[in-house]
C-alpha cells in the first residue's frame, strides 16, 4: 500500500492508495469521528479507482470529507429550508453581479439549476436529499456522462455554500457517484480536412479568417468573437485575450489561465491585417468581427456564422463526420500540437489550461496519420520490412 498523505491529527484523515482483491487499485480517505461513548471511530471511503481519478482529483474529493471532520459540532440542520430555497441563496451570493465566474459559466450554472435541479429537487426539504436517489435520477436521464456529472457538480456546489453560510450541515452530493467518462470520442479534423474548408471559404470574409484562427490558434470561440483591435500587438506577433463575448454578454476570459497572452502564427497576423483593411470598423476599440446589423456594436454571431457560412463548406469538402463546431477546432489543435511534437508543457500554455491533465484526458487525440505511423514504427521494429511473420 502506497501512502500519499499522512498526519499526526486526526482531522486532517489519510488520503492512500490500496489494492483490492480484483487487482484493481483505489483511492481511499481515513479519519476518525467522536463517537457517543466518548471515544473516536475510525471511518473509511474508497473515492474511486486510479484509472479513473488523478491524485489531484482524489485529494479533492477527500478534501469534502476532511471538511466534514475539521466541522464545528453540526450545526442544526433546518428541515424546513428546500432545494429551491438553498439555490436561491447560493445564486443570490455565487451567481449575482459582483460573481467571480466567467458569463459562460454563470449561464451554464442557472441553466441547469432551472431545467435540472429544480424541476425534481425544488419543493423537497434539504434533509430528504438522499445520495442514492440522487443517483438513480442521474442514471434517469438521457445524457452523457459528462452533463450528469456536470449536474451533480452544480448541485453540489449548492450543497457546499449551504454548510458554509450554516443553513445546513451536510453536503450529500459528496456520496454521490457519478463517472465521467464519455461514450463516445469527440470529433476532430485531420489536416488535410482543415486546409479543405479553409480552401472553400477562400473569399468568405471575416469567416475564413476566425475559423483560421480558431483552428491554428485553438481560442474559444468566445475568445475569438471577443477580440478587439487594441488587443493585436502586430509588431511583436502577439494577441491579448482580455474579454469573451459569449451569446451577446461580454464577459472576462473563463480562468485566470486563459488570460495568457498567445503568440500569433505569421498565417493568422497575415489573415487579421488583411481582414483589418476591409472592416468598416477598424479603430483599436472596434470588434475584430464586427456586426454590420449593430453597426459595430456587437460581433457577429458565432453560431450564425457557423450554420450559414461554415457548415456549407464543410459539405463542399465532402468532410462526412458528425457533431463539427467552433470547439472542434480547440480540440483538434490540442492534438495537433502533440502530433507535431510540441512538449507537453508548451501544449498545455498554449491552450492556456491550467493543468496538463485537462489537455491530455480531455482535450488531445491522436489523429489518424500520427496513430498509423506510431503503429507501422512498433511493427517495424517487432518485424523489420522484408520479413515475412
Not at 95 to 106: M, Q, R, S, T, Y
Not at 113 to 127: E, Q, S
Not at 154 to 174: C, D, K, Q, S
Not at 190 to 206: D, N, R, S, W, Y
Request: charged share 25%.
Amino acid at each position: 500500500m502506497k501512502m500519499i498523505h499522512k498526519r499526526s491529527r486526526y482531522q486532517a484523515g489519510c488520503l492512500t492508495i490500496e489494492k483490492r482483491r480484483t487487482g484493481a487499485e483505489v483511492y481511499t480517505f481515513r479519519w476518525r469521528e467522536p463517537a457517543a461513548n466518548g471515544g473516536t471511530t475510525q471511518r473509511r471511503v474508497v473515492l474511486g479507482s486510479v484509472k479513473e481519478l488523478s491524485k489531484a482529483q482524489a485529494r479533492k474529493k477527500a478534501d469534502e470529507y476532511r471538511q466534514h471532520a475539521n466541522a464545528a459540532p453540526p450545526v442544526e440542520s433546518k428541515p424546513s429550508i428546500t432545494v429551491a430555497e438553498l439555490v436561491e441563496h447560493y445564486k443570490e451570493r455565487e451567481l449575482g453581479e459582483c460573481a467571480d465566474k466567467a458569463v459562460k459559466v454563470i449561464k451554464a450554472y442557472k441553466y441547469i439549476f432551472a431545467n435540472y435541479v429544480i424541476p425534481k429537487w425544488g419543493a423537497v426539504p434539504l434533509v430528504e436529499v438522499k445520495p442514492v436517489a440522487v443517483e438513480d435520477w442521474l442514471k434517469s436521464l438521457k445524457k452523457a456522462n459528462g452533463t450528469r456529472a456536470k449536474i451533480r457538480e452544480v448541485f453540489g456546489a449548492a450543497f457546499r455554500h449551504g454548510m458554509r453560510y450554516e443553513l445546513y450541515a451536510t453536503n450529500p452530493i459528496a456520496h454521490v457517484r457519478q463517472a465521467r467518462k464519455r461514450g463516445a470520442e469527440p470529433t476532430i479534423l485531420e489536416p488535410e480536412e482543415l486546409a479543405a474548408i479553409l480552401h472553400e471559404l477562400e473569399g468568405v470574409e471575416p469567416v475564413r479568417t476566425a475559423f483560421l484562427i480558431g483552428a491554428i490558434m485553438g481560442m474559444r470561440r468566445g475568445e475569438i468573437f471577443g477580440l478587439k483591435w487594441a488587443d493585436i500587438d502586430s509588431g511583436r506577433a502577439i494577441l491579448h485575450v482580455r474579454r469573451s463575448f459569449v451569446d451577446g454578454v461580454e464577459g472576462q476570459p473563463k480562468t485566470d489561465s486563459s488570460r495568457r497572452p498567445l503568440p500569433l502564427p505569421p498565417q493568422a497576423l497575415e489573415a487579421l491585417m488583411a481582414w483589418k483593411t476591409q472592416s468598416s470598423y477598424a479603430t483599436p476599440g472596434d470588434w475584430v468581427f464586427a456586426s454590420d446589423l449593430s453597426f459595430g456594436k456587437q460581433p457577429l454571431w458565432p453560431g450564425t456564422l457557423w450554420r450559414r457560412n461554415v457548415a456549407p463548406a464543410v459539405l463542399r469538402a465532402e468532410i462526412n463526420k458528425p457533431k463539427l463546431g467552433w470547439h472542434t477546432l480547440r480540440r483538434t489543435y490540442a492534438s495537433l500540437l502533440l502530433a507535431t511534437g510540441a512538449s507537453l508543457r508548451v501544449s498545455m500554455e498554449l491552450m492556456r489550461h491550467s493543468t496538463a491533465e485537462m489537455t491530455l484526458a480531455t482535450y488531445a487525440q491522436a489523429v489518424g496519420d500520427e496513430k498509423r505511423g506510431a503503429g507501422e514504427r512498433v511493427a517495424s521494429v517487432v518485424l523489420p520490412k522484408g520479413k515475412v511473420a
